[in-house]
């Protein structure tokens, strides 16, 4: 069983403590960027809620979110005293651990070999509210010793540690900062099923949908500091999150073109909480695989997870 050193655990009772606090509700959706602001009062009313009435306006679009929602356990109605109230997000943080694949982005290939690949295990942290990740991989390679990384980000702020908690206190490991690489992490965020979910209302009128060989697709923008990039979600019979694609325009953000793959849909927390999440995770960059990872297990049960900035990252980032 996956190690929880650095976790908190939180009973089960805490998903249906949250589902009665609507007022956190969709508030997370805003947090992939200043989008809140942007929204006029109208929408500001109804924030909070997945009625998708309060953002995009076609019927078919609004059945086709909530379903894409409640397929994974990310909606749940709420009620107090009997009462039924809208459904709320009942998700803001989560972890992952992993075993599979890795590539060597960016290292030397052919052109019609993929990357030197790195058998790896694989622990995510991660959080919608403010969003925010850490990623810790060890990685090997047929003779040659194990690379152990520890990446993180928070909004435009991001850094490596040499331990968990590096910088934060005198003497306790190093943090180095790595701000140009804050985008690409930010984005794994918003790529993963319920990502999408959360920005795709977060994107309101902006969302499209349509149909290609008979499934869903969802179509919308980015914004913040993703801005540019674009998202195309494929969603399977179940309405799970199956196919998400990156696209820009802007050839400055090539390192942000993605395809990732979802299957295998199930429980796979330690505690039974009917949140669904894949269990396989396919996805490539520029075509090349980049991820390829079995999930052995994912708590969606808003574990206690923090991510406070360095201070000396925060002085790199104000230069």
């Known amino acids: 069983m996956p190690t929880r050193a650095n976790m908190t655990k939180v009973p089960a009772t805490r998903v249906l403590m949250i589902a009665a ?14 989008y809140a602001k942007a929204n006029d009062s109208a929408k500001n009313k109804t924030a909070g809620t997945v009625d998708a009435a309060a953002g995009p306006n076609t019927p078919d679009l609004a059945k086709t979110l909530q379903a894409a929602a409640e397929a994974v356990g990310l909606a749940r109605w709420s009620g ?12 803001n943080t989560m972890e992952i651990w992993a075993t599979g694949t890795t590539y060597g982005l960016g290292q030397p290939y052919k052109p019609s070999e993929p990357w030197a690949a790195f058998k790896t295990e694989f622990h995510a942290a991660l959080a919608y509210n403010p969003p925010a990740m850490r990623l810790e991989m060890t990685c090997t390679n047929a003779g040659a010793a194990p690379q152990h990384t520890i990446q993180v980000v928070r909004e435009k702020y991001a850094w490596d540690e040499s331990e968990i908690g590096a910088g934060l206190v005198p003497g ?21 099923p319920y990502g999408v979910i959360k920005a795709a209302l977060a994107a309101g009128d902006k969302t499209k949908l349509s149909t290609e060989n008979g499934t869903a697709v969802l179509t919308f923008p980015l914004s913040g500091q993703l801005a540019g990039v674009t998202v195309k979600a494929t969603l399977d019979a179940n309405n799970e999150v199956a196919k998400v694609e990156t696209r820009s325009e802007n050839t400055a953000l090539t390192d942000l073109l993605t395809e990732t793959e979802y299957s295998d849909y199930a429980d ?7 949140v669904k999440s894949p269990g396989h995770i396919v996805r490539k960059q520029g075509g090349h695989p980049v991820l390829d990872i079995q999930v052995k297990m994912w708590d969606a049960n808003n574990p206690y997870l923090v991510f406070p900035v ?7 980032a104000a230069h």
């Not at 606090?21 to 200043?34: I, P």
């Not at 190093?174 to 918003?190: K, Y």
């Not at 360095?310 to 790199?316: I, T």
């Open 80 to 91: 107090v005293g009997g009462q039924r109230l809208p459904e709320v997000d009942v998700i």
């Open 310 to 316: 360095p201070e000396n990252v925060k002085k790199a």
């Open 21 to 34: 606090l609507a007022a956190l509700a969709f508030q997370t959706a805003a947090a992939q960027s200043n």
């Open 172 to 192: 306790k490991g190093t943090a180095t900062p790595t701000l140009a690489a804050a985008n690409h992490r930010l984005l794994q965020l918003w790529i993963l």
């Open 268 to 274: 796979h927390g330690e505690i039974a909480t009917d």
